[in-house]
Protein backbone atom coordinates (compact mmCIF):
# COMPACT_ATOMS: atom_id res chain seq x y z
CA UNK A 1 0.00 0.00 0.00
CA UNK A 2 1.35 3.62 -1.14
CA UNK A 3 2.70 5.40 2.17
CA UNK A 4 0.42 8.39 2.67
CA UNK A 5 1.57 11.55 4.75
CA UNK A 6 2.54 10.01 8.39
CA UNK A 7 -0.13 11.28 11.09
CA UNK A 8 0.66 12.19 14.70
CA UNK A 9 -0.68 12.69 18.00
CA UNK A 10 -2.35 15.96 19.96
CA UNK A 11 1.31 15.96 20.86
CA UNK A 12 2.53 16.10 17.68
CA UNK A 13 4.45 12.57 18.21
CA UNK A 14 4.62 10.29 15.20
CA UNK A 15 3.53 7.00 14.22
CA UNK A 16 6.87 5.01 14.20
CA UNK A 17 6.47 1.82 16.13
CA UNK A 18 4.10 -1.37 16.07
CA UNK A 19 4.50 -3.57 18.57
CA UNK A 20 2.36 -6.78 17.59
CA UNK A 21 1.30 -9.29 20.49
CA UNK A 22 1.13 -12.98 18.79
CA UNK A 23 -0.36 -15.03 21.95
CA UNK A 24 -1.26 -14.08 25.33
CA UNK A 25 0.34 -17.49 26.83
CA UNK A 26 3.73 -17.72 28.08
CA UNK A 27 5.80 -20.48 29.98
CA UNK A 28 7.21 -18.78 32.35
CA UNK A 29 5.51 -16.78 35.39
CA UNK A 30 7.77 -14.13 35.96
CA UNK A 31 6.44 -11.69 38.98
CA UNK A 32 6.34 -8.89 37.60
CA UNK A 33 4.35 -9.53 34.24
CA UNK A 34 2.49 -12.84 35.08
CA UNK A 35 2.71 -14.23 38.65
CA UNK A 36 1.48 -17.70 39.22
CA UNK A 37 -1.12 -16.41 41.78
CA UNK A 38 -2.86 -14.53 38.87
CA UNK A 39 -2.05 -16.90 35.75
CA UNK A 40 -2.71 -20.25 37.18
CA UNK A 41 -3.70 -23.55 36.37
CA UNK A 42 -6.82 -22.64 35.61
CA UNK A 43 -6.38 -18.94 33.70
CA UNK A 44 -8.51 -18.49 30.52
CA UNK A 45 -6.08 -17.71 27.80
CA UNK A 46 -8.31 -16.37 24.58
CA UNK A 47 -9.52 -19.16 22.54
CA UNK A 48 -7.71 -19.27 19.15
CA UNK A 49 -10.76 -17.67 17.28
CA UNK A 50 -10.36 -14.51 19.22
CA UNK A 51 -6.48 -14.28 18.32
CA UNK A 52 -5.77 -12.88 14.91
CA UNK A 53 -4.58 -14.75 11.83
CA UNK A 54 -1.45 -14.46 10.11
CA UNK A 55 -3.57 -12.52 7.10
CA UNK A 56 -5.36 -9.75 9.55
CA UNK A 57 -2.06 -8.81 11.28
CA UNK A 58 -0.41 -8.62 7.81
CA UNK A 59 -3.36 -6.76 6.71
CA UNK A 60 -3.18 -4.57 9.68
CA UNK A 61 0.58 -4.04 9.52
CA UNK A 62 0.29 -2.66 5.96
CA UNK A 63 -2.30 -0.13 6.83
CA UNK A 64 0.35 1.00 9.65
CA UNK A 65 3.06 1.15 7.57
CA UNK A 66 1.03 3.22 4.78
CA UNK A 67 0.72 5.62 8.15
CA UNK A 68 4.46 5.91 8.89
CA UNK A 69 5.04 2.66 10.83
CA UNK A 70 8.96 1.69 9.78
CA UNK A 71 9.66 -1.13 13.40
CA UNK A 72 7.96 -3.77 13.78
CA UNK A 73 8.18 -5.71 17.19
CA UNK A 74 6.46 -8.92 18.03
CA UNK A 75 5.95 -10.07 21.41
CA UNK A 76 3.13 -12.00 23.88
CA UNK A 77 3.16 -13.10 26.04
CA UNK A 78 6.05 -15.34 24.47
CA UNK A 79 6.05 -14.74 21.57
CA UNK A 80 7.70 -18.22 20.13
CA UNK A 81 4.75 -20.33 21.47
CA UNK A 82 2.69 -19.27 18.75
CA UNK A 83 2.72 -21.99 15.75
CA UNK A 84 4.36 -21.62 12.59
CA UNK A 85 5.48 -17.76 13.95
CA UNK A 86 8.43 -17.85 10.69
CA UNK A 87 5.37 -17.45 8.31
CA UNK A 88 4.23 -14.63 9.67
CA UNK A 89 7.97 -13.05 9.75
CA UNK A 90 8.20 -13.79 5.97
CA UNK A 91 5.19 -12.27 5.51
CA UNK A 92 5.52 -9.01 7.35
CA UNK A 93 9.10 -8.52 6.10
CA UNK A 94 7.55 -8.31 2.55
CA UNK A 95 5.30 -5.04 3.64
CA UNK A 96 6.88 -2.34 1.42
CA UNK A 97 8.31 1.08 4.48
CA UNK A 98 8.45 -1.46 6.90
CA UNK A 99 12.46 -2.05 7.44
CA UNK A 100 13.14 -3.67 10.60
CA UNK A 101 11.29 -6.42 12.50
CA UNK A 102 12.14 -7.41 15.94
CA UNK A 103 11.27 -10.26 18.48
CA UNK A 104 11.11 -9.89 22.34
CA UNK A 105 11.39 -13.63 23.81
CA UNK A 106 12.50 -15.50 27.47
CA UNK A 107 14.66 -17.27 24.30
CA UNK A 108 13.74 -20.46 26.06
CA UNK A 109 12.97 -21.69 22.82
CA UNK A 110 14.97 -19.18 20.69
CA UNK A 111 17.46 -21.92 19.94
CA UNK A 112 15.05 -24.16 18.20
CA UNK A 113 13.70 -21.36 15.90
CA UNK A 114 16.73 -18.95 15.42
CA UNK A 115 17.62 -20.35 12.04
CA UNK A 116 14.44 -19.93 10.56
CA UNK A 117 13.09 -16.86 11.96
CA UNK A 118 16.40 -15.25 10.42
CA UNK A 119 15.83 -16.72 7.33
CA UNK A 120 12.25 -15.47 7.33
CA UNK A 121 13.55 -11.90 7.64
CA UNK A 122 13.74 -11.47 11.25
CA UNK A 123 16.33 -8.68 12.06
CA UNK A 124 17.14 -8.68 15.55
CA UNK A 125 15.83 -10.05 19.11
CA UNK A 126 15.31 -8.96 22.90
CA UNK A 127 16.05 -11.21 25.31
CA UNK A 128 14.20 -10.99 28.71
CA UNK A 129 17.30 -12.09 31.42
CA UNK A 130 16.74 -11.03 34.90
CA UNK A 131 19.69 -12.58 36.30
CA UNK A 132 23.28 -14.22 35.34
CA UNK A 133 23.02 -16.34 38.63
CA UNK A 134 20.82 -19.67 37.91
CA UNK A 135 19.47 -19.99 41.25
CA UNK A 136 18.07 -16.12 41.03
CA UNK A 137 16.86 -17.00 37.70
CA UNK A 138 15.06 -20.03 38.53
CA UNK A 139 13.12 -18.60 41.49
CA UNK A 140 12.78 -15.23 38.94
CA UNK A 141 10.95 -16.81 36.04
CA UNK A 142 8.50 -18.69 38.58
CA UNK A 143 9.02 -22.20 36.64
CA UNK A 144 12.57 -22.93 38.25
CA UNK A 145 14.09 -23.42 34.84
CA UNK A 146 17.70 -22.68 34.78
CA UNK A 147 19.43 -20.16 32.69
CA UNK A 148 21.09 -22.80 30.54
CA UNK A 149 18.16 -23.07 27.73
CA UNK A 150 18.34 -18.99 27.78
CA UNK A 151 21.60 -18.65 26.72
CA UNK A 152 21.80 -21.46 24.55
CA UNK A 153 19.07 -19.56 22.80
CA UNK A 154 21.01 -16.11 22.66
CA UNK A 155 24.19 -18.56 21.44
CA UNK A 156 22.32 -19.68 18.06
CA UNK A 157 20.54 -16.38 17.87
CA UNK A 158 23.88 -15.24 17.11
CA UNK A 159 24.78 -17.76 15.25
CA UNK A 160 21.59 -17.22 12.66
CA UNK A 161 23.40 -13.97 12.44
CA UNK A 162 20.07 -11.71 14.86
CA UNK A 163 21.07 -8.50 16.34
CA UNK A 164 20.41 -9.42 20.34
CA UNK A 165 20.08 -6.96 23.28
CA UNK A 166 19.26 -8.34 26.87
CA UNK A 167 16.91 -6.86 28.75
CA UNK A 168 16.93 -6.90 32.20
CA UNK A 169 14.36 -5.89 34.47
CA UNK A 170 15.42 -4.70 38.21
CA UNK A 171 13.60 -5.04 41.47
CA UNK A 172 14.79 -3.75 44.27
CA UNK A 173 15.40 -6.71 47.27
CA UNK A 174 15.33 -9.04 44.31
CA UNK A 175 17.70 -9.09 41.87
CA UNK A 176 19.64 -5.53 41.83
CA UNK A 177 22.84 -7.85 43.00
CA UNK A 178 22.57 -8.73 39.24
CA UNK A 179 23.26 -5.70 37.38
CA UNK A 180 27.27 -6.11 38.07
CA UNK A 181 27.67 -9.63 37.20
CA UNK A 182 24.87 -9.44 34.00
CA UNK A 183 26.80 -6.51 32.82
CA UNK A 184 30.39 -8.33 33.27
CA UNK A 185 28.96 -12.01 31.60
CA UNK A 186 28.20 -9.91 28.56
CA UNK A 187 31.17 -7.67 28.00
CA UNK A 188 32.40 -8.25 24.73
CA UNK A 189 29.98 -10.38 23.51
CA UNK A 190 28.88 -8.07 21.70
CA UNK A 191 25.34 -8.14 22.78
CA UNK A 192 23.96 -4.76 24.51
CA UNK A 193 22.50 -5.04 27.47
CA UNK A 194 19.74 -2.56 29.05
CA UNK A 195 18.47 -2.66 32.35
CA UNK A 196 14.64 -1.42 32.85
CA UNK A 197 13.47 0.32 35.84
CA UNK A 198 10.42 -1.92 37.56
CA UNK A 199 7.25 -0.78 35.62
CA UNK A 200 3.76 -0.89 36.89
CA UNK A 201 2.47 -1.99 34.19
CA UNK A 202 -1.02 -3.97 34.81
CA UNK A 203 -2.39 -4.52 37.93
CA UNK A 204 -0.85 -7.94 39.30
CA UNK A 205 2.93 -7.61 39.75
CA UNK A 206 2.55 -5.89 43.20
CA UNK A 207 3.90 -2.28 42.08
CA UNK A 208 5.34 0.07 44.60
CA UNK A 209 7.68 3.02 44.06
CA UNK A 210 9.92 1.92 47.00
CA UNK A 211 10.68 -1.61 44.63
CA UNK A 212 12.28 0.13 41.93
CA UNK A 213 16.25 1.15 41.25
CA UNK A 214 16.81 4.07 39.63
CA UNK A 215 18.59 4.55 36.43
CA UNK A 216 20.89 6.90 38.73
CA UNK A 217 21.59 3.74 40.59
CA UNK A 218 21.84 1.20 38.00
CA UNK A 219 24.83 3.42 36.59
CA UNK A 220 26.71 4.29 39.59
CA UNK A 221 26.25 0.63 40.25
CA UNK A 222 28.35 -0.40 37.07
CA UNK A 223 30.36 2.85 36.90
CA UNK A 224 32.08 1.86 40.08
CA UNK A 225 33.10 -1.38 38.51
CA UNK A 226 33.78 -0.32 35.13
CA UNK A 227 33.68 2.93 34.08
CA UNK A 228 31.04 5.02 31.81
CA UNK A 229 30.15 7.52 29.56
CA UNK A 230 27.01 8.59 28.41
CA UNK A 231 26.46 8.57 24.63
CA UNK A 232 24.02 10.21 22.33
CA UNK A 233 20.57 8.44 21.16
CA UNK A 234 20.46 6.63 17.55
CA UNK A 235 17.15 8.00 17.20
CA UNK A 236 14.15 9.93 17.63
CA UNK A 237 12.03 7.65 20.21
CA UNK A 238 14.48 5.91 21.49
CA UNK A 239 13.72 4.18 24.45
CA UNK A 240 17.02 3.89 26.48
CA UNK A 241 19.76 6.35 27.69
CA UNK A 242 22.92 5.02 26.25
CA UNK A 243 26.28 4.64 28.07
CA UNK A 244 29.78 3.38 26.52
CA UNK A 245 32.48 1.77 28.60
CA UNK A 246 35.30 4.18 28.48
CA UNK A 247 38.12 3.52 26.12
CA UNK A 248 35.68 0.99 24.08
CA UNK A 249 33.01 1.16 21.63
CA UNK A 250 30.74 -1.31 23.74
CA UNK A 251 27.60 0.02 24.89
CA UNK A 252 24.77 -0.07 27.40
CA UNK A 253 21.12 1.23 27.96
CA UNK A 254 18.58 2.20 30.78
CA UNK A 255 15.35 2.30 30.01
CA UNK A 256 13.71 4.44 33.15
CA UNK A 257 10.42 5.30 32.32
CA UNK A 258 9.96 5.70 35.89
CA UNK A 259 12.21 8.05 36.74
CA UNK A 260 13.00 9.97 33.46
CA UNK A 261 10.22 9.14 31.23
CA UNK A 262 10.57 9.63 27.86
CA UNK A 263 6.46 10.69 26.52
CA UNK A 264 7.25 13.36 25.12
CA UNK A 265 8.93 11.07 22.32
CA UNK A 266 7.15 7.79 22.16
CA UNK A 267 5.77 6.65 18.67
CA UNK A 268 4.77 3.19 19.58
CA UNK A 269 1.38 1.71 18.81
CA UNK A 270 0.71 -1.63 20.46
CA UNK A 271 -1.46 -4.18 19.18
CA UNK A 272 -2.89 -7.15 21.22
CA UNK A 273 -3.32 -10.66 20.31
CA UNK A 274 -6.92 -10.24 19.77
CA UNK A 275 -6.44 -7.61 17.44
CA UNK A 276 -6.88 -4.21 20.12
CA UNK A 277 -4.86 -1.51 19.30
CA UNK A 278 -3.04 0.27 22.69
CA UNK A 279 -1.71 3.72 22.78
CA UNK A 280 0.58 3.47 25.76
CA UNK A 281 1.88 0.34 27.25
CA UNK A 282 -0.02 1.68 30.60
CA UNK A 283 -3.27 2.09 28.77
CA UNK A 284 -6.62 0.51 30.71
CA UNK A 285 -8.34 -0.43 27.30
CA UNK A 286 -7.86 -0.61 23.76
CA UNK A 287 -9.96 -0.22 20.84
CA UNK A 288 -10.79 -3.30 18.68
CA UNK A 289 -9.35 -3.04 15.36
CA UNK A 290 -10.37 -7.04 15.02
CA UNK A 291 -13.72 -6.61 15.26
CA UNK A 292 -14.88 -3.84 12.37
CA UNK A 293 -11.92 -5.97 10.14
CA UNK A 294 -13.92 -9.12 10.65
CA UNK A 295 -17.23 -6.98 10.06
CA UNK A 296 -16.20 -6.09 6.19
CA UNK A 297 -14.51 -2.54 6.71
CA UNK A 298 -12.39 -1.87 4.09
CA UNK A 299 -8.51 -0.51 3.90
CA UNK A 300 -9.64 2.93 3.34
CA UNK A 301 -12.21 2.56 6.51
CA UNK A 302 -9.80 0.68 8.80
CA UNK A 303 -7.07 3.11 7.79
CA UNK A 304 -9.22 6.03 8.54
CA UNK A 305 -10.11 4.79 11.79
CA UNK A 306 -6.27 3.99 12.68
CA UNK A 307 -5.71 7.93 11.85
CA UNK A 308 -8.30 9.04 13.95
CA UNK A 309 -6.85 6.54 17.07
CA UNK A 310 -3.59 8.19 16.76
CA UNK A 311 -4.64 11.72 15.93
CA UNK A 312 -6.79 11.82 19.08
CA UNK A 313 -3.39 10.13 21.44
CA UNK A 314 -2.31 12.13 24.06
CA UNK A 315 -0.95 9.73 26.72
CA UNK A 316 1.77 10.73 28.91
CA UNK A 317 1.43 8.05 31.42
CA UNK A 318 4.92 7.90 33.07
CA UNK A 319 4.92 11.81 32.94
CA UNK A 320 2.19 11.25 35.35
CA UNK A 321 3.11 8.60 36.93
CA UNK A 322 4.88 10.76 40.10
CA UNK A 323 2.16 12.74 41.20
CA UNK A 324 -0.48 10.12 41.19
CA UNK A 325 1.25 7.55 42.98
CA UNK A 326 1.81 10.69 45.68
CA UNK A 327 -1.60 11.07 45.86
CA UNK A 328 -2.22 7.45 46.48
CA UNK A 329 -4.39 7.03 43.36
CA UNK A 330 -4.02 4.18 41.04
CA UNK A 331 -5.77 2.80 37.70
CA UNK A 332 -7.17 0.01 36.27
CA UNK A 333 -4.05 -1.42 33.60
CA UNK A 334 -3.93 -3.81 30.86
CA UNK A 335 -1.68 -6.52 32.02
CA UNK A 336 1.78 -6.47 29.73
CA UNK A 337 1.51 -10.14 28.46
CA UNK A 338 -1.39 -8.77 27.11
CA UNK A 339 -0.05 -6.39 24.81
CA UNK A 340 3.64 -7.06 25.32
CA UNK A 341 6.46 -4.58 26.62
Request: aromatic fraction near 6%.
Amino acid sequence: MKRTNPVTDKLNRPLRDLRISVTDRCNFRCRYCMPEESFGPDHEFLPKNMLLSFEEITRLAKLYASLGVEKIRLTGGEPLLRRDLPVLVKMLSEIEGINDIGLTTNASLLKKHAHALKEAGLHRVNVSLDAIDDATFAKMNGRGLGIGPVLKGIEEASKAGLKVKINMVVQKGVNEQEIVPLAKYFRGSGHIVRFIEFMDVGNSNGWKLDHVVSKKEIVEMIDKEMQLEPIDANYYGEVASRYRYKGSDEEIGVISSVTDSFCSSCTRARLSADGAIYTCLFAGKGISLRNPMRNGYSDQELTELITDIWNNRHDRYSDERLTATNNGKTREKIEMSYIGG
